[in-house]
């Protein structure tokens, strides 16, 4: 039970590497490769930009991604949020996520969602079966990580 602005601090200090789950987790992923999503604040470092973001109330990221393929497939383009609706280009997944704080009588509810769209029907086959295969420790990492902010704001 920890006021918004606790919340928000804990949320944008979060390191995966703080979290033994997640950051094994992650560097199995990464084929053993250093990733500064893990050592370095996962909202800045992340797989994707943060897009936007109203302090003390919720933070949302997004980009594309093509997480199926082994060192994560090519270089991604630099987009901002018009930019990612826009995206057609074959081959990729739009990846949007957010953290939500709903803030009430010193106590804040951390919440968080993830959509996914492919941008075509070969890479929504592809990215299903990615996903089939690690969305059981992604569900981990994002208990993991509001857990942590829990513990961290409190």
Excluded at 110 to 115: K, P, Q, V
């Amino acid at each position: 039970m920890a006021p918004a602005g606790a919340v928000w601090d804990a949320l944008w200090t979060l390191r995966l590497d703080d979290l033994m789950l997640s950051r094994t987790l992650m560097r199995v992923r990464a084929f053993g490769r250093q990733l500064a999503m893990v050592t370095e604040p996962f909202l800045e470092h992340g797989p994707v930009p943060v897009l936007g973001a109203e302090p003390e109330r919720a933070v949302v990221a997004g980009g594309a991604l093509q997480p199926w393929k082994p060192g994560g497939g090519r270089r991604p383009p630099v987009l901002d949020a018009a930019g990612l609706r826009e995206l057609a280009e074959p081959g990729w997944v739009k990846v949007g996520y957010d953290f939500v704080l709903d803030g009430r009588e010193g106590t804040t509810r951390l919440t968080t969602e993830t959509r996914v769209a492919a941008t075509d029907r070969r890479t929504r086959l592809l990215f299903g079966v990615y996903w089939t295969a690690i969305r059981p420790g992604s569900g981990l990492i994002r208990r993991e990580m509001l857990g942590a902010v829990a513990r961290a704001a409190e």
